[in-house]
């Protein structure tokens, strides 16, 4: 069995685990986000983890904060099962990891960025995510009061999920979450590289997403990469729109080609 400290979960298809989509979550959320989509759609096996840091996971890591150091976690989870092709579905952190898990394993077939991106963070965002990783040190639990729901368009109507999110974030580790922070600051750009390889990414986006702008990502995008965007969906599309999430992720990952 796999060495590290992840903390995963198998959901096999008719009784099989190859050729599965890795469910890799974003910041401040768990394995448990998925289970808001109608999993039994997608008709394939299915990989759930928590990315070292969070839920069950722990952060063993006492190195610069690095995306690469949880591609690198989930890389040995799969190699210790002889994982021979996979796809990955990554929400805004772990789009990030997802993008280096796909130079890091030739084996993996692509990557799925939802609500998430491909460029480095800019000098304000970089100062952003400095000033959220203080902040968590500072006052964890009133920064996840204020950042969660603002993830959501429609928090009133999310109320539920806002405090089931909420609740599972305060019992996480502030040291943690600033690791992860600042990992995020100092992740690398793969735009180049996906231009280069566009079968290797695909992009479904929230068309009010308040974190990463709609108008920006398909400007980036046009000429190389089709953006799927879902409409009254923001940050938070598997929340918002599931079962659009689980179409659209029938029609760009292996299961239908």
């Excluded at 990955?88 to 991106?117: A, C, T, W």
Aim: charge should be neutral; charged fraction near 25%; include cysteine.
């Amino acid at each position: 069995m796999h060495k590290s400290e992840i903390y995963y979960k198998w959901i096999p298809f008719q009784g099989k685990t190859e050729n599965p989509l890795v469910l890799i979550h974003g910041f401040l959320e768990t394995h448990e986000i998925w289970y808001k989509l109608p999993l039994q759609q997608l008709q394939r096996p299915l990989l759930l983890l928590d990315v070292p840091g969070f839920g069950k996971s722990q952060l063993l890591d006492d190195n610069e904060p690095s995306i690469a150091y949880f591609a690198n976690e989930i890389n040995d989870l799969l190699i210790a099962y002889s994982i021979k092709k996979f796809e990955v579905v990554g929400h805004s952190m772990g789009g990030y990891i997802g993008l280096e898990l796909l130079q890091l394993n030739p084996l993996m077939e692509r990557v799925v960025l939802l609500n998430s991106n491909f460029w480095a963070d800019h000098s304000t965002k970089q100062r952003d995510r400095t000033r959220v990783a203080d902040l968590l040190l500072k006052a964890k639990n009133l920064f996840i009061n204020e950042a969660i729901p603002a993830l959501f368009i429609d928090k009133k109507k999310q109320a539920n999920n806002i405090k089931e999110l909420v609740s599972s974030a305060k019992s996480g580790i502030a040291e943690w979450y600033a690791y992860a922070s600042l990992a995020m600051r100092d992740r690398k750009d793969f735009t180049a590289y996906l231009k280069e390889n566009p079968s290797k990414v695909e992009i479904i986006h929230g068309e009010l997403d308040n974190l990463i702008s709609t108008e920006n990502i398909q400007k980036l995008c046009t000429g190389w990469k089709d953006v799927q965007i879902i409409s009254d969906s923001g940050h938070m599309s598997i929340f918002e729109e599931p079962k659009k999430v689980v179409e659209l992720l029938n029609q760009l990952t292996a299961v239908s080609r």
